[in-house]
């Protein structure tokens, strides 16, 4: 996934911090849209993953106007619990790096487990 860090990712627009650089909860959103993309088309009709934990460092500070992208790499499968490798670089290298976990569930009971 990639995409250009504009004013609504930087830190002072997530309230994460008080600079116009690319926020950390921007960065990991990313990472998670990559992960999610990765396996989308592999899942059942009527399936999806969500995201059940994330644990990432945020090594590099980006400026607004560059291009940031995450690369997910799907490493283990235990039941419905898929663990992912992460990175995300800038133009000029990598600015963060770490895991995440997705759960697959049936969207369907899943949103009616939220009704109830």
């Keep these: 996934m990639e995409l250009l860090a504009d004013e609504k990712q930087t830190a002072k627009f997530y309230g994460s911090g008080s600079l116009d650089v690319f926020a950390t909860p921007a960065m990991i959103a990313l990472m998670e849209n990559a992960s999610a993309n990765c396996v989308e ?12 934990e994330v644990n990432v460092k945020h090594i590099k500070a980006t400026p607004v106007g560059m291009k940031v992208k995450a690369e997910a790499l799907l490493v283990k499968i235990e039941g419905k619990r898929l663990f992912f490798k992460v990175e995300a670089f800038d133009e000029k290298a990598k600015i963060g790096e770490g895991t995440h976990i997705r759960y697959i569930v049936n969207s369907e009971e899943f949103m009616g487990r939220l009704a109830r």
């Design 41 to 52: 088309s592999r899942l059942p009709e009527g399936y999806t993953t969500v995201g059940i």
